[in-house]
C-alpha cells in the first residue's frame, strides 16, 4: 500500500474493528485488568482494541506530511 488514500482507508478500517471488538469479545475475555465499577472493567481481550487502534493511528499519521517549521532570524529591529 504505497498511497497515503489506501493508508488512510485502512486506518479507519481498523478503528471500526477496534470499537466493534469491544462488544464480542466476551467469550474470550480474561482475567479483569482494572475495574471501572462492579459491572465493568478492562479485561485482557479489551488490550487487542488498544493495539488495534494504536496500529490504526500509526498508518493514519504515516500519510500526513507536516512541513518542516522555518526559523526566521532575528534581525534586530
Avoid at 478492562?42 to 482494541?49: E, K, P
Wanted: charged share 20%; hydrophobic share 60%.
Amino acid at each position: 500500500m504505497r498511497s497515503r488514500r489506501a493508508r488512510q482507508v485502512v486506518a479507519v478500517l481498523l478503528v471500526v474493528a477496534a470499537i466493534a471488538w469491544l462488544p464480542l469479545n466476551h467469550a474470550i475475555e480474561g482475567p479483569t485488568l482494572f475495574v471501572i465499577d462492579a459491572t465493568h472493567g478492562v479485561t485482557a481481550a479489551d488490550l487487542i482494541s488498544v493495539v488495534v487502534f494504536l496500529l490504526a493511528r500509526v498508518l493514519f499519521l504515516s500519510g500526513v506530511r507536516v512541513p518542516a517549521r522555518r526559523e526566521r532570524a532575528l534581525t534586530p529591529r
